[in-house]
Each structure stands twice: as structure tokens, then as C-alpha cells.
């Protein structure tokens, strides 16, 4: 039989078939080879009606993400507050980079938005955002559509009215605001259960809130890809390492002069980049070290 995961808690897993959920576990051969299943995967699997089933394979997966390990994701929606805490382009950027280095559709959905007096600086970065090809939702009522047909995660630093939102989309779970995250695996405590919920006709989970982020991103070439307009504007650089910074020819910085890239995004490439060539430098300094 084949089916996918949903569902991973104390050495379990409950995979769900035409409609069914099937209690199973991984059989030992996968330790063998280092593998592990995680909810979101496909596999194939063993099962009857009165006994507990077995994961015999598990397909190839398109993406993961870590913190809690989900698998096979389409979208994730990164929630950032107008206020309170005040909003962070550069947190942001940093969601976004890691989403697009995982090939994961980002979807941007700002909470708090009855806290803002003035909305015209709020109005001016969605603009920015939605000309880059981001979704940028205020309400709910923009946001539900898009997780139809969708395995959809939800992330953002803790504070942003993340659990607030889940309680809103997902109200037959009927938890209380504290409860809902906890149900949908970020608990503190590592048996706590990681979970799709389905919901609007997609599925939805539940990612840890975040004070920091660690993208897996070595490279210039890999960081001005999860950056897509600085990617496009790039293809017209003189030179294909061209970091956009000092190379003669560069056809990123006049785009960011003309106003076709923003210049905060700009900034939080630089930011980024520096990031990454000062933990290479770290990275020699230490190898070399007898």
C-alpha cells in the first residue's frame, strides 16, 4: 500500500491511505542505512486491519525543514506582527532566503494590523514584496484560498500572533491559544506529536517560533539565488561570480539605483553576505589551527 505520514509520535507512525490512517512503524533496516521517515513522507507500507503496519520504503523527498523535522512541504506562511514586536524586514529576508534555498513557496502574513495608525509605510512594502511574486496577506480572508490543495507549514519568531492564527484557521481543533502550537508539535517537550491538520482542503503544520535563523546558505551564488529579483537583475552581470558589491559591469547595483530592486533589500543581501564570507574566514582560521 502507499501513503503519506501524518503523523509521528512516540516511535509511530500513522500514515494515511484512500482516506484511512494506518498505525505503523519503521521497520529496522532503515537505521541500518541511516534513514528516518518524517510526517510529510510518501512510502510505501504494510498493513492489516487488526495489526500494526510497517514502512517498507520511502520515496524521494522534494524538501525538509529541521525544527520540527516535516518533509515534502509546498508552502510556508511567515507571519510577521505590524507591531508589537514592530515589524523586521530583515527577519523576514531571513525567512524568505531560507525558504527559497529549500524551494519552498513563501506566502508573507502580517498579524496586528489594528495596531497601525498610519498604513501607507505598511501599503509601500507589500507593494515591494508583491512586485518581487510574494503573496502578502493582511486577513485571513486573503490567506484561506491559498492553502487549498496545500501542505502548508506556519513560522515566525515568537510574539507575532502565530498560535492566534492557527486558532483562527483551524477552530474545530477547539484548543485553547496556548494549546495549539503544543498539539501541533513546537512543545518543549520532544514527545509531543508532529502533526498535519487538514483544513480548508489542504494540510497545515506547525513550525517552533524563532529568535534567530541559521539558513543553510555557503555561498554568494547560492544567496543572490534566494534573492529572485537580484537573481534576474544578476543574469546581466559581466562576470558570473559577480557578488554585487565591487565588480566592474554589475547590473545589480544601477537596478537598485533605478528602484526596480528595493533598496532594504538590497541592504539585507549585503548584511547576509557578509555574514556568510566572515563565518568562512572563521571557518579557515580555525581549520588551520594545528
Given at each position: ?98 525558504l527559497e534555498h529549500k524551494d519552498i513557496h513563501p506566502i508573507v502574513y502580517i498579524s496586528k494590523m489594528d495596531l ?134 554589475c547590473a545589480v547595483k544601477p537596478a537598485v539605483e533605478a528602484g526596480k530592486i528595493a533598496q532594504s533589500r538590497y ?24
Amino acid at each position: 500500500m502507499q501513503g503519506r505520514i501524518i503523523k509521528a509520535l512516540a516511535g509511530f507512525y500513522y500514515v494515511e491511505s484512500d482516506g484511512q490512517v494506518y498505525q505503523t512503524r519503521a521497520r529496522g533496516n532503515f537505521r541500518k542505512k541511516g534513514q528516518k521517515p518524517y510526517v510529510g513522507d510518501f512510502v510505501e507500507f504494510s498493513a492489516e486491519e487488526q495489526s500494526e503496519g510497517y514502512i517498507l520504503s520511502i520515496e524521494e523527498r522534494k524538501n525538509s525543514l529541521v525544527r520540527p523535522p516535516i518533509v515534502n512541504i509546498d508552502q510556508a506562511v511567515v507571519i510577521m506582527s505590524a507591531k508589537e514586536p514592530d515589524f523586521n524586514a530583515n527577519l523576514l529576508d531571513r525567512f524568505l532566503v531560507l525558504l527559497e534555498h529549500k524551494d519552498i513557496h513563501p506566502i508573507v502574513y502580517i498579524s496586528k494590523m489594528d495596531l497601525l495608525d498610519d498604513l501607507s509605510s505598511m501599503n509601500q512594502i507589500r507593494k515591494d514584496y508583491q512586485a518581487i511574486g510574494y503573496d502578502f496577506c493582511y486577513s485571513l480572508e486573503e490567506l484561506l484560498p491559498l492553502l487549498t490543495d496545500k501542505v502548508t507549514v506556519f513560522m515566525g519568531q515568537t510574539g507575532v500572533g502565530k498560535s492566534t492564527l492557527l486558532n483562527k484557521i483551524a477552530p474545530d481543533l477547539a484548543l485553547g491559544t496556548g494549546e495549539i502550537s503544543e498539539s501541533l508539535g513546537r512543545g518543549r517537550h520532544t514527545t509531543r506529536a508532529v502533526s498535519f491538520y487538514t483544513v480548508n482542503g489542504g494540510k497545515i503544520a506547525d513550525t517552533p517560533g524563532f529568535s534567530s535563523l541559521d539558513y543553510e546558505v555557503t555561498e554568494a551564488e547560492m544567496l543572490t539565488d534566494c534573492f529572485p529579483e537580484i537573481a534576474e537583475s544578476s543574469q546581466a552581470c559581466k562576470f558570473r561570480t559577480c557578488t554585487h558589491t565591487h565588480e566592474p559591469s554589475c547590473a545589480v547595483k544601477p537596478a537598485v539605483e533605478a528602484g526596480k530592486i528595493a533598496q532594504s533589500r538590497y541592504d539585507n543581501y549585503l548584511q547576509f553576505l557578509s555574514e556568510i564570507q566572515n563565518k568562512r574566514e572563521t571557518y579557515k582560521k580555525v581549520s588551520k589551527k594545528p
